[in-house]
């Protein structure tokens, strides 16, 4: 798997709320003892209904985006204040609620921070994959969802598996995925809600197949496997039927994809420069037919190209080395016309582009973070779809409407 334990690029805003407390004695209350609570919030995608601040056993008072209230008559010594009604695309990174201790004469402050990122907007839903092991010592990986508003569900969180590469069937009832839950890695099906997990191919260790594709009819799946010996590229039906094999040759092929209308599958392979180091030769991309047909090399600047998808009929994504960090870029698909979209100092991957090609997915990884982006198809535009977490790899690997 190519993957690099990650880092941070992110779009997102915070805002601090600042209590100012004074009165009189613990456990006293008056006219005089009260608390301004503050909230200042930045970024692109603030909640127009602002929030609901609880202060000790008081009622909720409403607090605008950026705005300040006052609540008196509250209890000296240890008051609990707690922010309500953040967005689903927002996240206390500190404690909330917080203690105050408001004693008679003198002022206390506490402060909240939220960190908020952009929604996939429209009625798109989003599949991810996450590693949440600071360390890095646990190869495991969760599939969860984001919905249109932002909130997250998570598909197989927590049974300490390698559940990765999530990718929806077009008509978004299912979804392809790959897993070692039953030892090898080996590709499996469920419905949109993580229920009914069916597996799909059986090839036994140390073998393994990986990247699923659907067919953008449904019918079929494209996927990598090394149960011969090297990755190849092999077909299936939809419920692992009919394994037909589409690349032969003593190098590797991996990472393939359909094109929007089905009758072409390009792919990376190390054919024409393999080596027994990693990243294991140069990796160019080839385009063939479903059948395997027709393996033409679209790219030769003796780099390494991968993930390849078609953006539209007639042309392809991909992420490359070729300028010394992995970035994002766009090719016709007969590899005319390239033009990099991104220009990150860090790893900048997986381009996906949405179901109607009005933006573009991608991720940026370096050291132990990883966090998701969308984009125009012009490289402008950039905002956060997972908000940083220390030690978090967050990957967007599909869409669907």
Not at 169 to 176: C, E, L, N, R, T
Not at 333 to 356: R, V, Y
Not at 370 to 378: I, K, Q, R, Y
Not at 381 to 386: C, H, P, Y
Request: proline share 6%.
């Amino acid at each position: 798997m190519r993957m690099t334990r990650l880092g941070r690029l992110t779009s997102c805003f915070t805002f601090s709320i600042v209590v100012v407390a004074c009165g009189g004695g613990d456990s006293m209350s008056g006219p005089d003892t009260h608390i301004t609570v503050t909230a200042q919030t930045e970024g692109t995608q603030v909640d127009a209904d602002g929030y609901s601040v609880q202060v000790g056993a008081s009622s909720p008072s409403a607090l605008a985006a950026n705005g300040s209230i006052t609540v008196s008559g509250v209890a000296t010594g240890a008051v609990s204040v707690t922010l309500n009604g953040i967005a689903p695309n927002c996240a206390v990174t500190g404690d909330n609620p917080v203690t105050v201790q408001v004693q008679s004469g003198q002022q206390a402050t506490a402060a909240f921070h939220v960190v908020c990122t952009a929604t996939p907007g429209k009625s798109y839903r989003i599949a991810f994959m996450t590693n949440a092991d600071p360390t890095g010592s646990l190869n495991s990986y969760d599939i969860s969802v984001m919905n249109n508003e932002g909130s997250l569900t998570s598909l197989t969180k927590g049974n300490g598996f390698y559940d990765a590469f999530p990718v929806w069937s077009p008509d978004g009832q299912k979804i392809a995925f790959t897993s070692n839950r039953d030892g090898p890695l080996n590709i499996y099906a469920m419905n949109q809600d993580g229920s009914g997990v069916v597996r799909l191919t059986s090839t036994p260790p140390p073998q393994q197949d990986r990247f699923p594709v659907w067919s953008p009819d449904g019918s079929k799946i494209v996927f990598e496997s090394n149960r011969t010996g090297g990755s190849e590229i092999y077909l299936m039906n939809a419920d692992g039927s009919n394994v037909v094999r589409l690349t032969n040759n003593s190098a590797a092929d991996n990472d393939p994809s359909f094109s929007p209308d089905g009758t072409k599958i390009v792919f990376a392979s190390n054919r024409d420069a393999p080596s027994p180091d990693p990243p294991y030769g140069h990796w160019e991309l080839y385009v063939m037919g479903i059948d395997g047909s027709g393996q033409t090399r679209v790219t030769n600047d003796a780099a390494t190209a991968f993930r390849a998808v078609f953006f539209g009929q007639n042309k392809i994504l991909f992420d490359s080395d070729r300028s010394g960090v992995t970035n994002v870029y766009v090719m016709s698909s007969d590899g005319t016309g390239e033009t990099q979209l991104t220009n990150n100092p860090t790893a900048t991957f997986l381009p996906i582009p949405s179901p109607d090609g009005a933006r573009i997915m991608f991720s940026v990884a370096s050291q132990n973070h990883a966090e998701t982006f969308t984009m125009n198809p012009d490289g402008t535009g950039v905002t956060a779809l997972t908000r940083l977490q220390d030690g978090v790899i967050n990957l967007g690997y599909s869409y669907r409407k």
